[in-house]
């Protein structure tokens, strides 16, 4: 390529949002000499374009060598504190020795101690080591190795392995190994006395819990919605209290959303007394559950917070092998428990595959997922009629974006929209549906954000910032993945020019 890119969109006042664009775009790490624009308006201009010259020394190649984006790196570091850390160590100076095989990244790095500190990536499954005190997941050496390697491909150069880094690998090849001979052999017998006691201990614990939110409903239902905007956080935190207490930790989930409702818009006792039905309609189907088909049976039991356990899974979980792409990652604090969804798609069987991780407190969570990997693997989804959860038995990463991302099953407005009703009728408390929605335009009218298909069907978006977003689509039709709650889409990720581009910084109002 020559050096001169085009790229499209963007506000001439705010070059932040084009400099990460332009990251994306051509990689890390190269000086910008000259930055060029022409200020136009979004409104009446659809694709305003900004030149950037890029360095003669530019070389296309740089991008496909680099193994993740800084954006990825930053996703799955612990906190902000560790990623600025590990920015400081990812410059050459920093250490002893760097270097890169097929399967791994390793590199050795002076620390307080007196030996240094061996780093080791296992680029197959994205697993690390580092033999650092830090408790951080991954820790700022970590961070640093794979920042040095996004920043600077040349300083993590090609090489024979040395043999600690042959050692761990076959450590780790062994470990999978076992783990799999694990799952296949039949599980060891339980106490089945104590199991059982277990078991009506938690039903007892779930049905009084179950029968005080059923009265503390019906009061709501008797005295009318009227004035539920102005009770105290307390009013609601108390009720989801109570549901935690009694085990019943999903519904506990679900009513700190609804609690969020009463005087957000202007549409809020109808949307509010809508919700508060399907969680009386729940309460009921799972208080009669007994009357109904097994695959909704226990898709009920995990809506009010049953977890379903390793046996059970091996049991009677679906496995799907595919090629995984991890299409969008998104975030729910609930109370001190941080939530990742994790929305993988399989490109032969169109299959979403949703993978939650849960964090306590400032911990990280314990796999990182990368966003726009793509990679063959095994995938075991949960019992229930949504088979929408899942998790990996394996998977490697060892495909690209580029040459999968395009062979992925988007659907149009319209068509989206059918499957979603479809869905809705078998499981009516279904609040969040992955949307991977193609040759949709991103657009900004009235002060609303809506993506429209080009026979003008169109979505709301969430959020009230998607400038990034506008920028990158430049008003041409884009595939866009995102998740949708029946009123509106909050956009995860979006694949234009030939790219991979996730996370908008936005945040969800309605
Ligand atoms: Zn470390």
Redesign the pocket.
Known sequence: MGNLARINGGECADHHVLWSNFDLRFGVGHTVTDITCFQTCFSCVSTPQITILIPDDFDDDDFYLMNWTLDQIQSFSPDAASFAAGQKLGKAGQWLTTGESENALWGECQGSGKNP?Q?RVDKREFAYR?T?P?RKLP????LGLLILAANDPKAVPQKDQPDWITEWLGGRDERTQKKQEKAATPPKPVDEKAQAKRMEQRQNRVAAGLEQFTLWLNDIARTGIAGLERKPLSFWEDQTKRLVDAQASALATRLQVVAEIPGSNADWPEQLLGELGQLALLVEAYQNSETLPGDLQNEIRQLIGWTVDQNELAASGETVTDCWGLLGQSYQQSGKVQTQRNWYYGVETGRPLLLLQFAAGNQGFAEPHLPGSFGDGDAVFWPGTGKLRGKFLKREINQNAETMFPMLAAHTIPVFLDSVADQLAVQPWLDIVPALLKDVIVCHIDGTWKISDSEGKSLPLAGNDHWLLHAIGGGHPVTLFGEWNSRTLMPLSVWANDRFYHQFPFSRTS
């Open positions: 500190y780093i580092c650092c830090s820790c700022k050496h970590v």
